[in-house]
Antibody, heavy 117, light 106 residues
Framework: QVQLKETGPGLVQPTQTLSITCTVS????????MQWVRQTPGKGLEWMGFIRSGGSTEYNSEFKSRLSISRDTSKNQVFLKMNSLKTEDTGVYYC???????????WGQGVMVTVSS | NIVMTQSPKSMSISVGDRVTMNCKAS??????IAWYQQKPGQSPKLLIY???NRYTGVPDRFTGGGYGTDFTLTINSVQAEDAAFYYC????????FGGGTKLELK
């Protein structure tokens, strides 16, 4: 069955870089777009960006300058890296699979990230 | 950028009631809307896609409607397990979410 699981550091210091891995099973990354969404107390659910089945990426302009999404298809993993973290980046980060209808049909359980010194 | 505005922010409903919540897009998005349910400590779950299509396994008491800029999610005969946050989302081009509606049971 389809499963997604995010793993990440939990606590990151301000100005540092956040790295999160999304490991998927039950489908191929070369057949689906993979999305990243975060949920913060200040802004709620925010779409961050995605990586296409072919490997190209698109980013929300709110994050474009500091966000990078990549993948390793051999390991069934998608990666999110965001630099210059601020306290307001504290929140839960989710990876999700984009369905054929553009909606997000499967989500990971999310990883809580706290930005604090 | 398109802004998705949901109303009301919260509502308190009795089991068995019918409830309708709203989602308004700042520009015409056609039927490119999805609805999600999120319970505390859980990730969002897809309910509706393309504004009015029920996702696999979603009970038929959930109905989506609307086109263009105004959309609704209706729950007929609300059940206790429906207490949750509900979010609309514009899909394609930029997957913007609304601020959510919190559904509480009396």
């Amino acid at each position: 069955q389809v499963q997604l699981k995010e793993t990440g550091p939990g606590l990151v210091q301000p100005t540092q870089t956040l790295s999160i891995t999304c490991t998927v099973s039950g489908f191929s990354l070369t057949s689906y777009y993979m999305q990243w969404v975060r949920q913060t107390p200040g802004k709620g659910l925010e779409w961050m960006g995605f990586i296409r089945s072919g490997g190209s990426t698109e980013y929300n302009s709110e994050f474009k300058s500091r966000l990078s999404i990549s993948r390793d298809t051999s390991k069934n993993q998608v990666f999110l890296k965001m630099n210059s973290l601020k306290t307001e980046d504290t929140g839960v980060y989710y990876c999700a699979r984009e369905s054929r209808t553009g909606s997000f049909d499967y989500w990971g359980q999310g990883v809580m990230v706290t930005v604090s010194s | 950028n398109i802004v998705m505005t949901q109303s009301p922010k919260s509502m308190s409903i009795s089991v068995g009631d019918r409830v309708t919540m709203n989602c308004k897009a700042s520009q015409n998005v056609g039927n490119n809307i999805a609805w999600y349910q999120q319970k505390p400590g859980q990730s969002p779950k897809l309910l509706i896609y393309y504004a009015s299509n029920r996702y696999t396994g979603v009970p038929d008491r959930f109905t989506g409607g609307g086109y263009g800029t105004d959309f609704t999610l209706t729950i007929n005969s609300v059940q206790a397990e429906d207490a949750a946050f509900y979010y609309c989302q514009r899909i394609y081009n930029s997957w913007t979410f609304g601020g959510g509606t919190k559904l509480e049971l009396k």
